[in-house]
Every structure is written in C-alpha cells, then in structure tokens.
C-alpha cells in the first residue's frame, strides 16, 4: 500500500514536471519561429512605437509652430470689413446757430441731425507695427522655448533607450532563471526516481523519500515563480517598446547576457554634454528673454494704418443704390506709449530675478550631484567587475562539485543529504553569478544614463 502511495506521488511530480517544462520550451519554439529581438532592435522599435516618445516629439513640433506664428505676427495685417446698421434712435448733436442763421445770437445753438436711418461702410483695412520691440522679444522667446522642448524630447529618448536596455537585461536574466529551475526540477526528479528505488530497495528510510519528495515539490514551485517574473519582465519591455505584450508576447531576446557583456552594454566613456544640465542653462536664458520682452513691453509703439472703401448713409434700406454709397479712405500714423504698465509690470521683472537665481542654484546643486554620482557609478562598475570574476569561479568550481556528488549518489556511495547540500550549493552559486552579472550590466547601464542623459 505505501509502494503503491509513493509511486503514485512520484508519477504525479513527474508528470507536473514534464508539462510545464514542455510547455515552456514550446512557447520559446513558437518564439524562435517568429524571430528573436536583438537589444538594438528592440531600441529602434521603442523609439519609434513609444506613445509618451511620440508625444513629446508633437511637443516639439507645438513649439517649432509657435515661433513660426510670432514671425507671421509681423506681417502686415489687411483684412477686409463689412457692416450695415439701423439707427433706432438718430444721433444729434449741438452746433452754433449763427452757421444757420445770421440773425442769430453768438450763444444760440441749433441741434443738428447728423446721421439717417441706415449707414454702414465696407472696404479693407490695413495695419503694420513700424517699431514693435516686443514682437522681436516674443520671437526670441518663442525660440528658446522651441529649443527647450528639443531638449526634453532628447532626454525622453535618452531615458526610453536605458529604460528598454533594462528591460531587455531583466528579461535575459529572468529566462535564465527559468532555465536554472528547469534544469534544477529535472535534476530534482532524477534525484526522486534513484531516492525511490532505494527506498523500494529497503535501503533508506521514510524520512529520506519525503525529504526529496519535498525537494522536488519546491523545485516545482521556483520553476512556476521563475516562468511567472520572466512574463512579467517580458511585457515590461513589449510596453516600453510600444507594443502590446498580449499580441507579441512570444518575442524573445536574441541577445545573450555574454554578448551584452562584450558589446552592446559597454560603458561610453566619450565626453558628452550633460542634456539635463542644458536643460537648465537653455531656461536660464529663457528667463533673461522673459525679462526682456517685459521691458520692451514698456517701449512705444509706432504703427500704420489705413482704410481704402465706401460709407452708406440713406434714410431707406438701398444697398444696391451705389447713390448712396461714399468714398472714404485714410492712411494715418499712430504711436502708443504705455504709462501706468511700467509700475505694472515691474513685480513681474523682480520675480523673474528670483526664478532666475534660483535656476542658477539649481544647476550648481545638480552639477555636484552629478559629479558624485558619477563618482559612485564608476566605482560601482569597477567593484562588480571584480565581484563578478570570484562568483563565476565559485559558480564553476560548484558544478564540478555537483557532477561528483551526484555519480557518487547515483552509486550508492553518498548519503541523500549530501547530495541535497551540493545541490543546493551549486543553486546557491549560480544564483549569486546571475545577480552580480546582472548588477553589473545595471550598473554600466546606469554609468552610460549619468554620463549622456
């Protein structure tokens, strides 16, 4: 009865075990079939498919348009007019009597009729600012603006293409920790199938079979876990490349982690201006240009302007009676100067020499900040290059261990314990290679985003 118990368990693990890596490995089959994705790849796709990548390229083109439209502003502004009005009440108006009236007095006054029923006027207008500093000043901000928003969609691009390269790197390490479970749980069943023969053999105890019965049931729950984190990292890095992770969740990376190692994610020590630190500089201007199309808001103005078309006055709706209907044109000269702006707009000057001096200041926090975290990044790097040699020797040095223990198992001359130790040591010591390899490939990502970004 126990026989038949512990057969029926070890049938049941074996069969968890084969599915699930069977359904894996014909998911990657179905991948490969489509195409694997290498990372450069993977960047060109994101640079073009990424939604918040498209919307700040049309942030740049909003603003390109913009300081396009305060240049047309320049242009002289014809337009033509038409309006026809019915006087309820006719205005009138007190003149001296004595152009009337000869006989009389110097103080008499007659009132004066001096409109009809219906009057109107179309014709075409026209107006053109001869000096207007502050449509040059708007120009010139309009500009700086434009270069502004250029600048944040490089940083957005920047930031995109280490976001996917990180993606990309969880991704490699994620299947490789699938593969490590698989190869564990396999390792795990080979293991339960020599403990039960034993067991059956009466060399070994209860206790022994449902320790490895044990072994081999949390084999198969880190292989589920394992398959269940790479998913999640695959449709982390179809998002961020602008595709939708349910329709091309099969897409698989082609890059290996020894190859990223040697080529693809390699620290670019090639001077580079820092875009955040622009940033900040292109405001600083900016800021001067406000200031400056403040002041010249404060400038007189001279502009022309002119009227070239016909009135209409009759006491009777005649549009078509061009009897009714006079000339009128004028060209004149006007000049504006503001007065009371001046008082105005001075609380405007004196807060953008605040917001000015605190740019100044937050570009001499941000320098320093970004010299120290260069400063850490680089050691980072160094520190996990060396890190990373020991682990992979103790990695290697382990699977030797590992190939030993389990012939020696497999011929009766080691104990079920001992294998479980050398098992669980080699686990142990390629998980750790795993993680440095992945901290470090983290870390040169990081170094490249402080050192271009």
């Given at each position: 009865?126990?026989?038949?118990?512990?057969?029926?368990?070890?049938?049941?693990?074996?069969?968890?075990?084969?599915?699930?890596?069977?359904?894996?490995?014909?998911?990657?089959?179905?991948?490969?079939?489509?195409?694997?994705?290498?990372?450069?790849?993977?960047?060109?796709?994101?640079?073009?498919?990424?939604?918040?990548?498209?919307?700040?390229?049309?942030?740049?083109?909003?603003?390109?348009?913009?300081?396009?439209?305060?240049?047309?502003?320049?242009?002289?502004?014809?337009?033509?007019?038409?309006?026809?009005?019915?006087?309820?009440?006719?205005?009138?108006?007190?003149?001296?009597?004595?152009?009337?009236?000869?006989?009389?007095?110097?103080?008499?006054?007659?009132?004066?009729?001096?409109?009809?029923?219906?009057?109107?006027?179309?014709?075409?207008?026209?107006?053109?600012?001869?000096?207007?500093?502050?449509?040059?000043?708007?120009?010139?901000?309009?500009?700086?603006?434009?270069?502004?928003?250029?600048?944040?969609?490089?940083?957005?691009?920047?930031?995109?293409?280490?976001?996917?390269?990180?993606?990309?790197?969880?991704?490699?390490?994620?299947?490789?920790?699938?593969?490590?479970?698989?190869?564990d749980t396999l390792r795990q069943h080979r293991?339960?199938?020599?403990?039960?023969?034993?067991?059956?053999?009466?060399?070994?105890?209860?206790?022994?079979?449902?320790?490895?019965?044990?072994?081999?049931?949390?084999?198969?729950?880190?292989?589920?876990?394992?398959?269940?984190?790479?998913?999640?990292?695959?449709?982390?890095?179809?998002?961020?490349?602008?595709?939708?992770?349910?329709?091309?969740?099969?897409?698989?990376?082609?890059?290996?982690?020894?190859?990223?190692?040697t080529g693809s994610i390699l620290v670019d020590?090639?001077?580079?201006?820092?875009?955040?630190?622009?940033?900040?500089?292109?405001?600083?201007?900016?800021?001067?240009?406000?200031?400056?199309?403040?002041?010249?808001s404060l400038y007189p103005t001279i502009s022309?302007?002119?009227?070239?078309?016909?009135?209409?006055?009759?006491?009777?709706?005649?549009?078509?009676?061009?009897?009714?209907?006079?000339?009128?044109?004028?060209?004149?000269?006007?000049?504006?100067?503001?007065?009371?702006?001046?008082?105005?707009?001075?609380?405007?000057?004196?807060?953008?020499?605040?917001?000015?001096?605190?740019?100044?200041?937050?570009?001499?926090?941000?320098?320093?900040?970004?010299?120290?975290?260069?400063?850490?990044?680089?050691?980072?790097?160094?520190?996990?290059?060396?890190?990373?040699?020991?682990?992979?020797?103790?990695?290697?040095?382990?699977?030797?261990?590992?190939?030993?223990?389990?012939?020696?198992?497999?011929?009766?001359?080691?104990?079920?314990?001992?294998?479980?130790?050398?098992?669980?040591?080699?686990?142990?010591?390629?998980?750790?290679?795993?993680?440095?390899?992945?901290?470090?490939?983290?870390?040169?990502?990081?170094?490249?985003?402080?050192?271009?970004?």
């Amino acid at each position: 009865m126990k026989k038949s118990r512990f057969l029926h368990i070890a049938m049941l693990i074996t069969a968890v075990i084969y599915i699930q890596p069977g359904r894996i490995l014909c998911q990657d089959n179905v991948a490969s079939s489509i195409g694997k994705l290498t990372l450069s790849q993977a960047i060109q796709i994101g640079l073009s498919n990424n939604p918040s990548l498209q919307i700040a390229d049309l942030q740049t083109g909003i603003a390109a348009n913009s300081t396009d439209r305060s240049k047309r502003d320049k242009l002289p502004d014809i337009y033509g007019s038409f309006d026809i009005r019915r006087n309820i009440i006719t205005p009138t108006t007190p003149v001296p009597a004595y152009i009337f009236n000869p006989d009389a007095g110097p103080d008499d006054i007659t009132p004066l009729r001096f409109a009809t029923d219906w009057t109107g006027s179309a014709g075409i207008n026209f107006s053109y600012n001869l000096f207007n500093p502050q449509k040059n000043a708007t120009i010139k901000e309009n500009a700086q603006k434009e270069q502004i928003s250029s600048i944040d969609a490089s940083i957005a691009r920047n930031d995109l293409k280490y976001r996917i390269e990180g993606d990309y790197l969880t991704c490699l390490i994620t299947g490789k920790q699938v593969e490590l479970a698989i190869t564990d749980t396999l390792r795990q069943h080979r293991i339960l199938q020599i403990t039960y023969a034993q067991y059956q053999a009466g060399k070994l105890e209860i206790s022994d079979l449902n320790r490895i019965i044990a072994e081999k049931l949390t084999a198969v729950n880190n292989l589920s876990s394992a398959v269940k984190i790479h998913q999640m990292s695959k449709a982390q890095l179809l998002l961020d490349m602008g595709l939708d992770p349910e329709k091309f969740n099969e897409l698989m990376p082609a890059d290996s982690l020894e190859s990223l190692m040697t080529g693809s994610i390699l620290v670019d020590t090639i001077s580079a201006e820092n875009l955040a630190l622009r940033k900040i500089e292109m405001q600083q201007a900016l800021n001067n240009l406000q200031t400056n199309t403040i002041r010249q808001s404060l400038y007189p103005t001279i502009s022309l302007e002119g009227f070239a078309g016909t009135n209409y006055y009759d006491n009777k709706f005649r549009l078509l009676n061009h009897h009714y209907w006079y000339g009128n044109s004028y060209i004149g000269l006007g000049i504006d100067i503001p007065v009371s702006d001046n008082w105005r707009k001075s609380k405007d000057i004196q807060s953008l020499q605040l917001e000015h001096r605190t740019l100044e200041l937050e570009y001499q926090k941000n320098a320093a900040d970004l010299s120290l975290q260069k400063i850490k990044a680089t050691q980072e790097v160094a520190f996990k290059e060396k890190e990373l040699l020991s682990k992979k020797e103790k990695y290697r040095l382990m699977e030797v261990n590992l190939r030993s223990d389990t012939a020696k198992f497999e011929s009766g001359r080691l104990l079920t314990s001992d294998l479980i130790q050398s098992n669980f040591l080699f686990s142990k010591a390629k998980t750790e290679y795993l993680q440095v390899l992945y901290e470090l490939l983290s870390a040169r990502i990081n170094l490249n985003k402080i050192l271009h970004s």
